[in-house]
């Protein structure tokens, strides 16, 4: 991949998973998050994104420039630690461990 050069190809396939958001689980939504994965289907260059700032928004479209940065704003506006039931429904086959440093772990 180059990145000053556009990946050439003009065939995509895209991925989109959709959240919901609740302050506790199983409570009411209080929001949802879409995950949007979009790759060249010719040679799997990631799609680049341009005209979305960086960062998390309830309000607009905006990407993610590193895990470190979704993960700060997800903790901010859920509030808590993915529950187990979560961490297996959106992690499956890894570890449990804390996703938010400032929330106790889930029981």
């Known amino acids: 991949m180059d990145p000053d050069r556009a990946c050439p190809h003009e065939d995509f ?5 959709v959240n919901r958001l609740t302050k506790v689980e199983g409570g009411p939504v209080t929001g949802y998050s879409a995950e949007i994965t979009v ?3 010719d040679c799997d260059e990631p799609f680049r994104w341009i005209g979305c700032p960086a960062g998390l928004s309830p309000r607009q479209p905006m990407v993610s420039p590193d895990e470190a940065t979704l ?3 997800a903790c901010a506006v859920v509030g808590r630690n993915l529950t187990r039931s979560e961490w297996d429904r959106f ?3 890894k570890s449990y461990r804390r996703t938010c440093d400032q929330w106790p772990a889930a029981g």
Do not use: F, H
């Open 13 to 17: 396939a895209a991925v989109v998973e």
């Open 71 to 73: 993960r700060a704003r």
């Open 91 to 93: 992690l499956p086959g």
């Open 39 to 41: 790759r060249c289907a």
